[in-house]
Nanobody, 120 residues
């Protein structure tokens, strides 16, 4: 079994910064793409940022230039540095990992989510 645990959410004023982290543990052979998604009240879950095992990144237009995704392959972790936060960034943030486990099959695993609230 694989678990993803996020940390780093909280309350911040507009213009401030937060750093989210996510650690994967369990029976992991390797992790392909890792990413962050978010879901605001009454809205669909949306992609925030993705990073491949090789370090290629992709960002939602709404966060480009403000957020930076990074990962540590040796530690099976992914982080999201969020700067210049806006009230519209308020959401529950989820990490996702595409994991190759002991069954040699790729599965998507999700974390439990961490709340980010940006006050105006």
């Amino acid at each position: 079994q694989v678990q993803l645990v996020e940390s780093g959410g909280g309350l911040v004023q507009a213009g401030g910064s937060l750093r989210l982290s996510c650690a994967a543990s369990g029976r992991i052979l390797s992790i392909n793409t890792m990413g962050w998604y978010r879901q605001a009240p009454g809205k669909q879950r949306e992609l925030v940022a993705l990073i491949t095992r090789g370090g290629s990144t992709n960002y939602a237009d709404s966060v480009k230039g403000r957020f930076t995704i990074s990962r540590d392959n040796a530690k099976n972790t992914v982080s999201l540095q969020m700067n210049s936060l806006k009230p519209e960034d308020t959401a529950v943030y989820f990490c996702k990992a595409e994991v190759l486990g002991a069954t040699l099959v790729l599965y998507d695993y999700w974390g439990q989510g961490t709340q980010v609230t940006v006050s105006s």
